[in-house]
């Protein structure tokens, strides 16, 4: 058995040797990707015995050296191997504005589909408009190789170019209802007009996430809605979200509302909360950070007669919007902390989870006062404030105001380690105990130094 061990070792390493020896090259005194010389990654690239990943991988780290030199890969775009030339117009990317020119001749010049793409996504990736007119005859024209014209739309959807909406809105059309939709160019025609986000933009991709008979077409559209940034097409979104009859197509418009932090945005989703109440409206309304959200949010947390998962829902809502809300949080506490039975109170619980998610300053006193009740559910719930975010944040910080917290925190704490028989929470109550005791030792020792 002791012999069997001993070779299974030795197989191991050896295996392990030889995956380091092809990560770092493959031959002896190679170095890795980031610390060759551009030479040697020419080297590699026009080897013929190399792998084809590994030649790209070189490509990439070649376009992305420190000490590129565009003089040193245009004699690649000119050799008879269509792959040394697709590795050429790859490291060309790394040339920025000053490769354009070079890439665009391969573009229109070059007979093979692949450097063709490949040289498109290079366009995209530097990103300089000057190809954008190049690259739309391109994605228009009707002869173009099924490879290089899939580079070039995702090229104009990189570019994100206003001059490309038009050919993007015509390939999704005509693309998105052939028989075959897992290949094709309109995925980067989608993506394109996600980034465009005005309204002829996102009018398409709500009728693509509607329309289209392919399921995988409409989830690709739809997911893309969630996405949208563009105030321009915030009045098209709206009526996705308000009155699109796919259940799909409005979950994901109205998170894409929440991406906008405006009045009309709140108006928009606060009609969708009435039409259809559900926490993905909620929680976009939260995303949006807008100090309007804030009473209609409140409004939903503190109605007794609202389901108990949206009230805790429109709570997680107000932890996204911050400390805008912490006013307005405080007014409501300051109703509801005088009653003895106030753990046992819907609103004071709520109150109190939406306060643990947020940081600020202004919530040390709201502690304070859990800690110093005496009610019984009071002292049954102080471990369950320990674990609260907030708790957390407290003890981030090394201001007098905390220190005082946590002193008059500890006796509780220390209590209720000695009496807790679960094994985890006793872990956590003692670290916790713990990370006080150094916060407070801490700020003694930093007094004593002064």
């Not at 004699?75 to 792959?83: C, F, I, M, T």
């Amino acid at each position: 058995m002791r012999t069997i061990a001993i070779l299974v070792v030795l197989c191991f390493l050896q295996c392990f040797s030889a995956f380091l020896h092809g990560a770092t090259g493959g031959e002896e005194g190679m170095p890795p990707f980031d610390t060759r010389s551009p030479q040697q990654l020419l080297q590699v690239i026009q080897d013929h015995e190399r792998k084809w990943e590994e030649r790209r991988d070189c490509a990439t780290a070649l376009a992305d050296h420190p000490k590129y030199d565009n003089r040193a890969i245009l004699p690649l775009l000119k050799s008879a191997d269509a792959e040394v030339r697709m590795l050429g117009a790859i490291a060309l990317r790394g040339g920025a504005e000053a490769a354009v020119p070079e890439l665009l001749r391969v573009l229109q010049k070059d007979p093979n589909g692949s450097v063709q793409f490949f040289a498109a996504l290079s366009l995209g990736k530097i990103g300089d408009r000057r190809a954008v007119p190049v690259l739309i005859r391109f994605a228009d024209a009707g002869d173009t190789h099924y490879r290089a014209r899939e580079g070039v739309v995702s090229a104009l959807a990189e570019i994100s170019d206003p001059r490309a909406i038009d050919v993007l809105v015509r390939i999704v059309k005509t693309e998105i209802y052939r028989t075959n939709n897992k290949v094709g160019p309109w995925r980067e025609a989608l993506n394109g007009l996600c980034k465009l986000g005005n309204a002829k933009a996102v009018e398409t991709l709500g009728e693509a996430a509607t329309k289209c008979p392919d399921q995988f077409v409409r989830g690709n559209a739809s997911s893309l809605l969630r996405k949208l940034e563009n105030p321009d097409g915030l009045e098209q979104l709206a009526l996705l979200a308000l009155e699109n009859k796919n259940l799909s197509v409005r979950y994901h418009a109205i998170q894409g509302v929440g991406n906008f932090h405006s009045d009309r945005a709140v108006a928009i989703l606060s009609m969708a909360y009435r039409q259809e109440p559900s926490r993905n409206t909620l929680l976009s309304m939260g995303k949006t950070g807008h100090d309007d959200t804030i009473p209609i949010l409140l409004g939903v947390m503190l109605d007794n007669e609202t389901k108990r998962e949206f009230r805790y829902y429109a709570a997680s809502a107000l932890t996204l919007v911050g400390q805008s809300a912490v006013p307005s949080l405080l007014r409501e506490w300051a109703k509801v902390k005088g009653d003895s039975r106030i753990f046992k109170d819907r609103d004071a619980r709520v109150l109190l989870t939406t306060m643990s998610g947020i940081a600020d300053s202004r919530l040390l006193p709201v502690w304070k006062e859990v800690f110093n009740m005496t009610a019984p559910t009071a002292r049954k719930s102080r471990w369950g404030m320990h674990r609260l975010p907030q708790w957390e944040f407290l003890l981030g910080r090394f201001d007098a105001g905390m220190v005082k917290i946590g002193k008059d925190a500890l006796p509780y704490i220390e209590e209720l380690h000695q009496q807790e028989q679960h094994d985890l929470l006793c872990k956590q109550l003692a670290d916790l105990i713990e990370r006080i005791n150094y916060k407070i030792n801490h700020k003694k020792n930093s007094k004593a130094k002064e």
